[in-house]
């Protein structure tokens, strides 16, 4: 899996899976379905390696497992400037 998260400095953040998963599913017909749970943008710094979601397995509606979402690159904002009072607005 691998997606690009928008970041509050127009940067396109790289995600990627950092684990795999592998599930024995019983014979049969079975609904196997994904979940991605990812934020909408990213605020703040980022760090190579931060966990920033994850893909959800979901076998007949139950959770068997899942995979962690991480940045590829790390993203640094500068403290002062309009960054600072996006911020600032948006955490208080």
Same mark, same amino acid.
């Given at each position: 899996?691998?997606?690009?998260?928008?970041?509050?400095?127009?940067?396109?953040?790289?995600?990627?899976?950092?684990?795999? #998963?592998?599930?024995?599913?019983?014979?049969?017909?079975?609904?196997?379905?994904?979940?991605?749970?990812?934020?909408?943008?990213?605020?703040?710094?980022?760090?190579?390696?931060?966990? #920033?979601?994850?893909?959800?397995?979901?076998?007949?509606?139950?959770?068997?497992?899942?995979?962690? #979402?991480?940045?590829?690159?790390?993203?640094?904002?500068?403290?002062?400037?309009?960054?600072?009072?996006? #911020?600032?607005?948006?955490?208080?």
């Amino acid at each position: 899996y691998s997606y690009d998260l928008p970041h509050i400095s127009g940067a396109k953040i790289r995600i990627t899976n950092t684990a795999e #998963l592998s599930v024995i599913v019983p014979k049969g017909d079975h609904d196997i379905k994904e979940y991605v749970v990812l934020p909408r943008y990213i605020i703040g710094n980022i760090k190579k390696g931060d966990e #920033l979601g994850y893909v959800e397995f979901r076998l007949d509606g139950e959770v068997v497992g899942r995979v962690p #979402l991480s940045s590829t690159e790390s993203v640094s904002v500068k403290e002062d400037g309009i960054f600072k009072k996006i #911020l600032n607005f948006i955490f208080g």
